[in-house]
Nanobody
């Protein structure tokens, strides 16, 4: 089974950028669709973006469209979340998750999860 590890979080000012990475180990990474989700304190874990196994198809939440972009490099077993024009409301712990089959925005459809990386956007 695949194991996931997020990195790249940190503290950034509003309007700034960050790139999150989700590195996979074990399993055949290209068999898995990957999603990014985020959870702010006291709130539900929400969908951010998802990408298909080969990277040809992506979906982004309306709240991040035009600002965030998901991509992947299967030769490096890594999925990225490029985050631009960050806002204080983007502050959350960001998680990546993997599932076999098609990309999905439904968190309950994902089997494997990383431990998360904190993103804090100051105003």
């Amino acid at each position: 089974q695949v194991q996931l590890a997020e990195s790249g979080g940190g503290l950034v000012q509003a309007g700034g950028s960050l790139r999150l990475s989700c590195a996979a180990s074990r399993g055949t990474f290209s068999n898995y669709a990957v999603g990014w989700f985020r959870q702010a304190p006291g709130k539900e874990r929400d969908f951010v973006a998802t990408i298909s196994t080969g990277g040809a198809y992506t979906t982004h939440a309306d709240s991040v469209k035009g600002r965030f972009t998901i991509s992947r490099d299967n030769t490096k077993n890594t999925v990225y979340l490029h985050m631009n024009s960050l806002k204080p409301e983007d502050t959350a712990v960001y998680y990546c998750a993997a599932r076999t089959g098609r990309l999905s925005s439904t968190k309950d459809s994902y089997y494997y999860w990383g431990q998360g990386t904190q993103v804090t956007v100051s105003s």
